[in-house]
Nanobody, 123 residues
Framework: QVQLVESGGGLVQAGGSLRLSCAASGRTLSTLAMGWFRQAPGKEREFVAAISTSGITRYYVDSVKGRFTISRDNAKKMVYLQMDSLKPEDTAVYYC????????????????WGQGTQVTVSS
């Protein structure tokens, strides 16, 4: 089993930055591809970013390309999402997720989910 705990959410003005963190426990992180999803009020949960076990391959949804960066530190069992140039439409609960392959995460297939952290971007 893997437990995922997100942190780093909060309220920020449009154009600002936030860094989300995801702490993993219960299993060696290097065996899991990791990703971030988000769910805005009244909308379905959507894929945001994924990173392969080695960190070499990364995927992003088009709406965040060039603004968000996913990274990982397997030794520390941590995954990060650096969010820059934030927009009001980025407002959502952000979830950390883990699974066997980054490409599968991109399709929404995850074995493990965190509880989520709220990100609110004011205009």
């Amino acid at each position: 089993q893997v437990q995922l705990v997100e942190s780093g959410g909060g309220l920020v003005q449009a154009g600002g930055s936030l860094r989300l963190s995801c702490a993993a426990s219960g299993r060696t992180l290097s065996t899991l591809a990791m990703g971030w999803f988000r769910q805005a009020p009244g909308k379905e949960r959507e894929f945001v970013a994924a990173i392969s076990t080695s960190g070499i391959t990364r995927y992003y949804v088009d709406s965040v390309k060039g603004r968000f960066t996913i990274s990982r530190d397997n030794a520390k069992k941590m995954v990060y999402l650096q969010m820059d140039s934030l927009k009001p439409e980025d407002t959502a609960v952000y979830y950390c997720a883990g699974g066997p392959r980054a490409n599968s995460l991109r399709l929404g297939n995850s074995d493990y989910w965190g509880q989520g952290t709220q990100v609110t971007v004011s205009s």
